[in-house]
């Protein structure tokens, strides 16, 4: 669970969102989404968004290996699963990575630019 709140300014449940939004993106194409992956390594500390990642890689490694008795129906439903999940939780996203973006591109409160 510490991986879930490790990022400044994000309850454990909107970073878990972020992580599925990125694991959606991933799953169809192979390929993760490359504007938020971006988002995360350039705005947030290299230890916090290697845990991000990692995270996301967790929730792939759930949903495709389902061991020997895992069936493509097991994997079927729990894409499923997890698009009801991201459609669910989009807008907090959204919304998140809005008020972070806007966090970094303002001056530190106390701090006087010249």
């Known amino acids: 669970m510490g991986v879930l709140g490790s990022l400044p300014g ?7 969102q972020l992580c599925l939004a990125l694991v959606d993106m991933s799953l169809p194409t192979g390929e993760a989404l490359p504007g ?4 995360v390594t350039s705005q947030l500390p290299a230890a916090t968004a290697l845990l991000t990642l990692e995270y996301m890689a967790e929730e792939v490694s759930t ?3 389902f061991g020997p008795g895992g069936s493509s129906e097991e994997r079927a439903d729990a ?10 939780c989009a807008g907090g996203v959204i919304t ?7 966090q970094v591109s303002q001056p530190q409160a106390g701090v006087q630019l010249p």
């Open 79 to 88: 894409l499923l699963e997890l698009k009801a999940r991201l459609r669910a």
């Open 10 to 16: 994000a309850s454990p449940q909107l970073t878990k």
């Open 63 to 65: 949903l495709t290996h």
């Open 36 to 39: 938020l992956i971006a988002h």
């Open 96 to 102: 998140w990575l809005a008020q972070l973006a806007q």
